[in-house]
């Protein structure tokens, strides 16, 4: 079991738990001995011959913008309700649901080296998206809710910017910055969206970390990369 996925999720876990209470604080790792303890998502080879996709992963890409065949390969989750593109070598993947009292989660976790995405050493994506969370929370207040995990002491996570507006063609939302997560150097994005038209259907929670070392030019490509591609394409669990 990664403690560190496991960390995480127990953390969202009682602060979503909390949220759906009415609580307004939001779980630090210090409750991890009295919660209940998920296990962490098993890391699996995605084959990039049979991921990867002649088309932009989502309408929004336009031919400018569509990466070089075989540069991206397209990852689901396990119920096929959540789809994204990722660079070609993130191929540890995990599409596992979690779940809280109240709240399943559609996810996909995707990097090169898992165990060094969850220890902010190796560059990676989380993506979470659950209808039934759309209706306890807002995308600011989700974000808000992340803030509070990832500056927990489980994280160290140091805030840089909060609260700038995001929007695209499906989704708005905002997104903030965070660097240095356990010492680590990393850049860490995590954005916070719920569909245009329909507010309640759903949110989508997007994490992107990048390491220290990889060039701004690197880490910025395959953000955008996610942001262009993430998407509901499936009744989400």
Same mark, same amino acid.
């Given at each position: 079991?990664?403690?560190?996925?496991?960390?995480?999720?127990? $953390?969202?876990?009682?602060? @979503?738990?909390? @949220?759906? *209470? !009415?609580?307004?604080? %939001? %779980?630090?790792?210090?409750? +991890?001995?009295?919660?209940?303890? @998920?296990?962490?998502?098993? %890391?699996?080879?995605?084959?990039?011959?049979? /991921?990867?996709? +002649?088309?932009? #992963?989502?309408?929004?890409?336009? +031919?400018?913008?569509?990466?070089?065949?075989?540069?991206?390969?397209?990852?689901?989750?396990?119920?096929?309700?959540?789809?994204? @593109?990722?660079?070609?070598?993130?191929?540890?993947?995990?599409?596992?649901?979690?779940?809280?009292?109240?709240?399943?989660?559609?996810?996909? /976790?995707?990097?090169?080296?898992?165990?060094?995405? $969850?220890?902010? $050493?190796? #560059? !990676?994506?989380?993506? /979470?998206?659950?209808?039934?969370?759309?209706? &306890?929370? !807002?995308?600011?207040?989700?974000?808000?809710?992340?803030? +509070?995990?990832?500056?927990?002491? !489980?994280?160290? *996570? =140091?805030?840089?910017?909060?609260?700038?507006?995001?929007?695209?063609?499906?989704?708005?939302?905002?997104?903030?910055?965070?660097?240095? *997560?356990?010492?680590?150097?990393?850049?860490?994005?995590?954005?916070?969206?719920? #569909?245009?038209?329909?507010? $309640?259907?759903?949110?989508? &929670?997007?994490? =992107?970390?990048?390491?220290?070392?990889?060039?701004?030019?690197?880490?910025?490509?395959?953000?955008?990369?996610?942001?262009?591609?993430?998407?509901?394409?499936?009744?989400? #669990?």
């Amino acid at each position: 079991m990664n403690k560190k996925i496991t960390l995480l999720m127990i $953390t969202i876990m009682l602060a @979503a738990t909390l @949220a759906a *209470c !009415g609580g307004t604080q %939001a %779980a630090t790792p210090q409750a +991890e001995e009295s919660a209940p303890v @998920a296990e962490a998502p098993a %890391a699996t080879e995605a084959p990039a011959e049979e /991921m990867a996709t +002649e088309e932009a #992963p989502d309408e929004e890409m336009t +031919e400018d913008e569509e990466p070089a065949d075989g540069d991206y390969i397209l990852v689901t989750d396990d119920t096929e309700s959540l789809e994204m @593109a990722v660079p070609a070598d993130w191929n540890q993947v995990s599409g596992e649901i979690f779940s809280t009292e109240d709240h399943n989660f559609a996810s996909i /976790m995707a990097s090169n080296d898992l165990q060094g995405f $969850t220890e902010f $050493t190796a #560059p !990676g994506t989380w993506v /979470m998206a659950s209808a039934t969370f759309a209706q &306890t929370l !807002g995308y600011v207040e989700n974000l808000d809710l992340m803030k +509070e995990v990832f500056t927990s002491e !489980g994280f160290e *996570c =140091v805030s840089q910017n909060i609260g700038d507006d995001y929007s695209d063609a499906k989704y708005e939302g905002r997104y903030a910055f965070y660097e240095n *997560c356990l010492g680590s150097g990393n850049t860490l994005l995590i954005l916070s969206v719920r #569909p245009i038209e329909n507010k $309640t259907d759903h949110i989508i &929670t997007v994490i =992107v970390s990048s390491p220290s070392g990889e060039s701004s030019d690197q880490a910025e490509t395959q953000s955008q990369l996610i942001l262009d591609s993430f998407n509901v394409v499936g009744q989400l #669990p």
